[in-house]
């Protein structure tokens, strides 16, 4: 599960794949797929969160690592994985933080 916290050590990769309100449904299915498939099964997961934009043009992973060295032990799994090229070919965006702040009410 995923814990938002400034004191867990760990790192946030959001992932962001920008698309057509008709094709977001297609996306979704296969970023979904791939996280329950092959990153699920990756060192180092902590978590991961498909979120899709109300507007349809947006689809993202929010998902949390133990450290970044496991995310690129991850990246150099995935160059292989024969699902690769169809997510790449919506031009993946990632960013990598480290929570500095959280509230919860």
Not at 39 to 44: H, L, P, R, T, V
Not at 70 to 75: I, L, M, R, V
Request: hydrophobic share 40%.
């Amino acid at each position: 599960m995923a814990t938002i916290s400034a004191d867990k050590d760990c790192i946030t990769a959001i992932v962001t794949f920008n698309c057509e309100p008709e094709q977001q449904a297609e996306l979704a299915d296969k970023v979904r797929a791939y996280i329950k498939d092959f990153i699920s099964q990756q060192e180092g997961l902590i978590s991961s969160h498909l979120h899709l934009s109300i507007c349809g043009k947006r689809v993202v992973n929010y998902a949390q690592w133990k450290s970044m060295d496991h995310f690129k032990a991850f990246g150099e799994k995935a160059k292989t994985r024969p699902e690769l090229p169809a997510m790449l070919a919506f031009k993946p965006h990632a960013v990598f933080y480290k929570v500095d702040f959280s509230v919860e009410s």
